[in-house]
């Protein structure tokens, strides 16, 4: 038997502190925390050449899990007075977090904006229980302190670094590229790099990010419908690793926007 419950949205202010969103007691029940799903909105409209670009973190007093820390995907904001805006479709991460049926262990869920916004961003998470393990090996996440500037020019730009300790396997990236200005019939095309010595293979791994594109006119909306996630990887790294991520952009842009990469990984 599974169950659901929630934290409800709060609002982390206009900032870029770390705001706690509340705290949930596991079910007494619940042997495994199978996954998390974030979700946020504007509080009222959003701002011209801005965008919400935040993390979610998931932590305990009771349990270790850490880390797991994720980038949401982006709600972008547009050109002038802009018509429409879109928030990306939900995305869960699994976790598979043992937990201790009949306990009451509790789980403290933070939400942080990467870039303060002049409307202050609400967010919220729900969290997804069962009273069975699963026996999946737990997943972790992280990803860098800071988001980047992507400068102008078509080429590579080097961004955040990863440290990884205790970790076996790497087996999710996500990488998000985001605009501030925007200029009208300019395209966001870009992918990203997650390099490193530590891994067992030197393979490449370089992904797409979700192209976004902008319309004619004054008054330009720019949407990402979903966030851009890669499964599977399973690529082999040491124990202590250093994963350097670079964006690719392959086509010049007006205004600069940002970029930042998180990664998800099992200890096994």
């Known amino acids: 038997m599974t169950s659901y419950d929630v ?65 949401n995907p982006p709600i972008i904001g547009g050109l002038g007075t802009f018509t429409s805006a879109i928030i990306p479709i939900l995305e869960a991460y699994e976790c598979h977090t043992p937990l201790t049926s009949g306990g009451t262990e509790q789980i403290e869920v933070f939400g942080q904006a990467q870039i303060a916004n002049t409307g202050a961003p609400v967010m919220g998470c729900a969290l997804h229980y069962s ?66 010595n530590d891994f067992d293979s030197s393979e490449p791994l370089e992904v797409p990010i979700q192209p976004m594109a ?18 599977n990887v399973n690529m082999g790294m040491k124990s202590s690793a250093t994963i350097n991520t670079v964006l690719r952009l392959s086509e010049a842009l007006t205004a600069t926007g940002n970029f930042i990469g998180g990664i998800g990984y099992t200890k096994s």
């Open 131 to 196: 009273n069975a393990r699963s026996g999946q090996a737990e997943m972790f996440y992280t990803k860098p302190d800071d988001e980047t500037n992507t400068g102008t020019t078509a080429t590579t730009v080097a961004g955040g670094s990863i440290t990884v300790n205790g970790g076996r396997t790497l087996q999710r990236l996500y990488p998000v590229c985001t605009s501030a200005v925007v200029t009208a019939s300019e395209s966001y095309i870009s992918t990203m790099q997650f390099n490193s």
């Open 214 to 231: 902008t319309a004619l006119g004054s008054h330009v909306s720019v949407l990402c419908p979903k966030g851009s996630v890669y499964k």
């Open 7 to 71: 934290i409800t949205p709060t609002s982390i202010g206009t900032g870029v502190a770390k705001t706690s969103l509340g705290t949930n007691t596991k079910p007494t029940q619940a042997s495994e925390l199978i996954e998390f799903i974030p979700y946020q909105a504007p509080t009222g409209v959003l701002t011209a050449g801005q965008s919400m670009l935040t993390e979610t973190a998931v932590e305990s007093n009771s349990i270790n899990l850490l880390p797991k820390r994720i980038i």
